[in-house]
C-alpha cells in the first residue's frame, strides 16, 4: 500500500499565503502543515511510500520533505501546466507499481480512524472506497407551513453525505482509470463510471473533518489546533493552564491506547474502554476517578478525557 497526496492547486481563495507557498504547505498552527498532518496519518498505517502529486510552486513541497521524511520515501510527480486530476492520478497509476493506493486531497484535516479506513477499503467488496461525511449547510435553514415560518435552524448538519477527498484504490480498477473520458478531472469521469459499475464503497465515520478552501477554513481549523499535539493514538490538548494547575484534554481513537502518568483527577467525556492500573476498570462518559498510579485507557470507543493536574 502506498500513498499519494493531490497537490496541485493554486488555492487561490487563500492568497495572498498561496502566492509564496502550495495550499499543503500552509500552517495549522506554528510550523506545523496540513501536509505534516496528512503524513502522520500516512505513518500511522505502516505507508513507507509517498507520491506527491504537484504544479503549482511543487518545488516548496520537495525543498520541505526531500526525498525522505519521517521513515517515509517521497516520489515527486509534478506538472509543469494544470491538466487536472485524471492526469495526475494516470501519471500516478503509471509510476507506482501494482500496490492499492490511499489517494488524498491536500487541503483535508480529519481525526478519523485512518487505520480503520484502511482495513475497511482493503476488506471490501468494492474497487474503491470513499470517504463521506455528513453536510454541513452553509446557510441557515427555513422550515415553511404555506406561508409562516415555523422553524430556523442555523447551518444544521443535513441529511446528505459530500465526498470527502480520501480515497482508498484497489490495484484491480486501475485500468478503468485509463478508459476514454470526456472530462480532466476524476470526479466527473472515473468515479461516476466505477458508481455505474457498483464499484465505489462509502466509509463513514463521525469525526472532525474540514476542507481548507478559504480563510474561513483556515481559521476554524487553526482555532481546533490551539493548544493541540497531534499524537498516533489521536491527540492532546492544553485546555487551561494556570499557577500550578492544568487541564489536558485526550481524544483516543477506537483501538488505540494511551499512558497517563501525569494528573490528579481523570474524568471521561465520551467513549468507552478499560483502565489498566492498579486494579482495571470500564470507563464510560461521565466517569471520575482519582489518579494515584500511572493508568493505560485503551478505547473501544473513540474517547474524550480531560486530565487535571495541581
Do not use: C
Not at 496541485?8 to 499565503?17: C, E, H, Q, S
Not at 499535539?229 to 492544568?246: A, E, L, Q
Request: charged residues 30%; aromatic residues 12%.
Amino acid at each position: 500500500m502506498i500513498g499519494a497526496i493531490l497537490s496541485g492547486g493554486y488555492g487561490k481563495r487563500l492568497k495572498p499565503i498561496t502566492d509564496e507557498i502550495p495550499k499543503v504547505l500552509v500552517e495549522i498552527k506554528e510550523n506545523y502543515t496540513i501536509m505534516d498532518r496528512q503524513l502522520l496519518d500516512f505513518k500511522s498505517v505502516g505507508i513507507e511510500d509517498v507520491f506527491i502529486l504537484s504544479g503549482h510552486l511543487g518545488e516548496k513541497i520537495e525543498e520541505r520533505y526531500g526525498s525522505e521524511y519521517n521513515g517515509m520515501r517521497f516520489h515527486y510527480l509534478k506538472e509543469e501546466k494544470p491538466m487536472g486530476t485524471l492526469y495526475s492520478v494516470r501519471n500516478l497509476l503509471k509510476n507506482s507499481g501494482d500496490e492499492d493506493i490511499i489517494l488524498r486531497n491536500g487541503d483535508v484535516v480529519t481525526d478519523i480512524n485512518y487505520g480503520r479506513f484502511a482495513q475497511f477499503g482493503k476488506e471490501s467488496q468494492y474497487g474503491m472506497t470513499m470517504l463521506v461525511t455528513k453536510m454541513k449547510s452553509p446557510y441557515g435553514i427555513v422550515e415553511l407551513l404555506g406561508d409562516q415560518v415555523v422553524s430556523f435552524r442555523e447551518k444544521p448538519v443535513l441529511d446528505h453525505y459530500i465526498n470527502s477527498g480520501m480515497y482508498y484504490i484497489k490495484s484491480s480498477i486501475k485500468e478503468l482509470f485509463f478508459n476514454e473520458y470526456n472530462g480532466k478531472d476524476i470526479e466527473t469521469t472515473v468515479y461516476p463510471e466505477l458508481a455505474r459499475r457498483k464499484q465505489i464503497g462509502a466509509y463513514r465515520e463521525e469525526s472532525f473533518w474540514i476542507g481548507v478552501d478559504s480563510e474561513k477554513e483556515l481559521e476554524q481549523v487553526r482555532k481546533e489546533y490551539r493548544g493541540r499535539d497531534d499524537t498516533p493514538y489521536g491527540y492532546k490538548r492544553d485546555i487551561y493552564s494556570k499557577d500550578h494547575m492544568s487541564i489536558m484534554e485526550f481524544f483516543v481513537r477506537d483501538g488505540s491506547s494511551v499512558n497517563l502518568s501525569d494528573g490528579k483527577i481523570i474524568r471521561f467525556i465520551q467513549g468507552e474502554g478499560i483502565i489498566k492500573g492498579s486494579t482495571d476498570n470500564m470507563y464510560s462518559p461521565g466517569k471520575v476517578m482519582d489518579m494515584d498510579s500511572t493508568l493505560e485507557i485503551k478505547a473501544y470507543t473513540p474517547t474524550k478525557l480531560e486530565v487535571l493536574s495541581y
